[in-house]
């Protein structure tokens, strides 16, 4: 793949980044103001700490994807050097 693929990706990335640590606060504001009987409603999926672990996923993601293309570019680097 190419380089702009791989950017492509890594955007996309941080977009679904942003989208999740943003339902991670929203939902943690309401969360916090709820009573327990409705707390106790909310499914396991779609609590705060549930947000932040999707969150946590996908920031680990990125780095991977941009170690993996670090890596790359350092290979390439090397193999420049030596000719």
Do not use: H
């Not at 606060?25 to 396991?44: E, G, Q």
């Not at 996923?57 to 293309?69: A, D, E, K, S, T």
């Amino acid at each position: 793949m190419g380089i702009g693929t791989w950017l492509l990706m890594v955007l996309i990335l941080i977009f679904i980044l942003c989208f999740f640590i943003y339902q991670w606060w929203f939902i943690n504001s309401r969360f916090r103001n709820m009573p327990d009987v409705t707390r106790a409603k909310i499914r396991p999926y779609n609590r705060p700490g549930a947000w932040a672990t999707y969150s946590l996923i996908v920031f680990l993601i990125i780095v991977m994807v941009i170690g993996y293309q670090m890596l790359i570019l350092t290979g390439v680097i090397m193999e420049l050097s030596q000719q």
